[in-house]
């Protein structure tokens, strides 16, 4: 073994004796079977019962307990460091949750004891853990213990920042007085040196006031302590600085008239000092406060207009900067007074004039120009005085923003549900304002189609606007049109204008018939009401009729056709039937009672006797569109299974002709696997 890992060896048995208390064994061999031991228990192995009993007989008592009371010791101490760092982190302002593997904990551990840090680990707290308050803190101790450095009071312990030493210190520095209870601290703690430094600077401090009183005119106020309010005031004035109203209010108390003058004569002298960097005159090198230049540019910064000999001095002067920005001045003083409302007077039009100040004029046009687009907003009327004056200056602006406003205001109405009145509609038609008649039907258009559950973007203005208007005054359409966009699929057979339209036809027919007693008003206001999706108002009209009165088959036909179509539509197919086979008694040759049997039959599935009956249809003049629609109707009313049976019936017969039955067989089956999913 070499030299230098022996030493290591006996260095580490040494601070293995001490850790264990073991230190009166004199044996400092590596080889000594207490190193072996001691070096087990640091390692956490196992202790043999022959090592026990070693240690036993060499009265090493206290080492056996140490050894004994390691592991628990090694179990507390993360909490003792746990219970540590909690305190520090308290101390130095830290509030977030760090590990304790963290770089931070040995740079808290370095502050409390050391008491200052590296720029490096200031930079670590600030960058990474965004610490300003502990920073802040790590800047108030290197800044107490340079202090401290300075007044000769490193000898007092404590380092923080709410340390009462560091308090006087700072005062110190500012060069503030010390007040009886902190020089008491002081001498308590023993800090002779600090006091001598105190003493020192009270003397030089002293002999400054000495020398500013003299200086201010200020030697007749007896005091010579620089705690009296007067020295803080001298060294403003010293400094240049303007004194404040409760500084001014103490010199006139204790009636220091010589110093007051010097103050004036001070603020003057600073006045006129400012109003030359403000208007451009600092090329004028004449200071005194008797200068005529200073008359001048007070006049100007109190917005007085200059007079032709205070012109004059400034061009002498070449001072044509100072001219440009008097003329401003005087003239923003102008325009402020036209903006609060007041009147130009006499002097001041004719100094607008001769200066040429025509902005002065474009701004009070401009002003009551914004003041009559204000009164047009409020809601007031324009006088006639206004109105001519708009005329005269050709502000034809004014009137623009008058009729947009009351196109604003008409649109806000509109918007808001309400109806034009009838002056409205005049103003409007008289000014060519066609965009709000335009905003108006757009808004009303809108409304209506919610109205009329109309949910297609692209459903067109054109006719459709014309359509629902008309059925809203409850005016009849044209029914060669209703049906000609109904056949263009333009509009929905079912839908709700079809519905209101055939609602409409129907109280027709109803009014005529009690207006002329012509009975073939009858069918046409039944077989308008089934369209309407109002069967009971069809049976309604067709009831309590004497078909013994009626002379005509045909008309007798037609009623119990439409009669036996409402009983089907409320699924009373009996009483259908019946209706049915009446009508062929008394007209055979009408194929309308014919389909309405063929439909009935399709509605009980009878799907052999209802092709016979359409076929006799057929045969009696009825179109295939004819016995399609019908069929269509019974599919639509069909439920379920007996939907799919009549689905599946003629997509079997026909499946091009009855293709429009297959988007009912996958409506269907969406149906079937909802159900089967709820």
């Excluded at 202790?47 to 050894?67: D, G, N, S, V, Y």
Aim: negative net charge.
């Amino acid at each position: 073994m070499s030299n230098d890992a022996f030493e290591v060896q006996v260095q580490h048995f040494a601070a293995l004796k001490s850790k264990y208390q073991a230190t009166k064994y004199e044996d400092s061999s590596p080889s000594s079977l207490l190193y072996l031991i001691l070096r087990k228990a640091d390692l956490e192995l196992e202790i043999t019962k022959f090592e026990w009993i070693w240690l036993q007989e060499h009265e090493l008592l206290e080492t056996r307990k140490a050894i004994e009371q390691e592991p628990q010791r090694k179990k507390e101490e993360p909490k003792k460091l746990d219970a540590k760092f909690s305190q520090l982190k308290s101390k130095f302002k830290v509030t977030r949750g760090v590990p304790m593997s963290s770089a931070l904990y040995p740079i808290l551990w370095k502050l409390e004891s050391e008491n200052q840090l590296t720029n490096l680990e200031v930079k670590y707290l600030q960058q990474v853990h965004g610490l300003t308050e502990t920073v802040a803190i790590v800047e108030d101790m290197a800044r107490f213990a340079a202090l401290k450095a300075k007044y000769r009071a490193t000898k007092h312990q404590d380092s923080l920042p709410e340390s009462h030493l560091y308090q006087i210190l700072n005062k110190l520095e500012a060069e503030k007085p010390l007040n009886d209870s902190e020089v008491k601290w002081l001498k308590k703690q023993e800090l002779f040196d600090t006091l001598g430094i105190l003493q020192e600077k009270e003397a030089v401090r002293e002999a400054e006031f000495a020398q500013l009183k003299d200086k201010y005119k200020a030697s007749e106020y007896p005091e010579t302590s620089v705690s009296s309010p007067l020295y803080p005031i001298l060294k403003n004035l010293e400094a240049d600085k303007q004194l404040s109203e409760s500084e001014l209010n103490w010199l006139e108390e204790h009636q220091l008239s010589e110093t007051l003058s010097i103050v004036l004569e001070m603020e003057q002298t600073r006045h006129f000092a400012e109003l030359k960097v403000k208007y451009k005159a600092t090329t004028y090198e004449d200071s005194s406060l008797s200068s005529h230049l200073y008359k001048v540019l007070k006049k100007i910064d109190l917005e007085n207009p200059l007079g032709e000999p205070d012109i004059n001095f400034l061009k002498k002067r070449k001072l044509t900067e100072t001219i440009t920005l008097a003329l401003d001045k005087y003239a923003a003083s102008l325009k402020s007074k036209i903006q609060a409302g007041e009147q130009l007077s006499e002097a001041d039009l004719d100094w607008v004039k001769q200066n040429g100040r025509d902005d002065v004029i474009t701004f009070a046009i401009e002003n009551y120009v914004a003041s009559l687009k204000s009164k047009i907003q409020a809601g007031e009327q324009l006088s006639e005085a206004d109105l001519d004056w708009v005329k005269q200056n050709g502000r034809d602006d004014v009137i623009t923003f008058a009729i947009e406003n009351y196109v604003a205001s008409l649109k806000s109405k509109i918007q808001s549900g309400e109806h034009l009145s009838e002056a409205d509609i005049d103003w409007v038609k008289q000014n060519g304002r066609e965009d709000v008649i335009t905003f108006a039907q757009e808004k009303e258009f809108a409304a209506l189609k919610v109205k009329y559950r109309i949910i297609d973007r692209d459903f067109p203005f054109d006719p459709f606007y014309a359509i629902m208007v008309k059925l809203e005054k409850e005016e009849r359409l044209d029914p060669v049109l209703v049906v000609q966009l109904i056949q263009q699929k333009l509009l929905a057979s079912h839908g709700r204008i079809a519905i209101a339209y055939h609602r409409l036809e129907a109280r027709f027919y109803e009014e005529e018939y009690e207006r002329t007693g012509n009975k073939w008003n009858l069918p046409n206001a039944s077989s308008h009401w089934r369209k309407a999706d109002e069967p009971e108002s069809a049976l309604q009209v067709t009831e309590n009729l004497d078909f013994d009165q009626i002379k005509e088959n045909k008309l007798k036909s037609a009623l119990l056709t439409t009669r036996g179509g409402a009983f089907r539509d409320i699924d009373k197919l009996d009483d259908a039937q019946k209706c049915a086979l009446k009508a062929i008694e008394y007209q055979p040759q009408s194929h309308h009672p014919y389909t309405l049997m063929g439909a009935i039959c399709f509605e009980r599935s009878q799907f052999s006797e209802g092709e016979r009956w359409f076929n006799e249809a057929i045969k009696r003049g009825a179109e295939s569109e004819d016995i399609d629609s019908e069929l269509k109707q019974v599919v639509k009313n069909a439920k379920d299974e007996k939907r799919r049976e009549v689905v599946e019936y003629l997509l079997q017969k026909n499946p091009q002709r009855y293709a429009w039955a297959k988007s009912y067989r996958k409506r269907q089956g969406g149906e079937d696997a909802q159900r089967k999913n709820s």
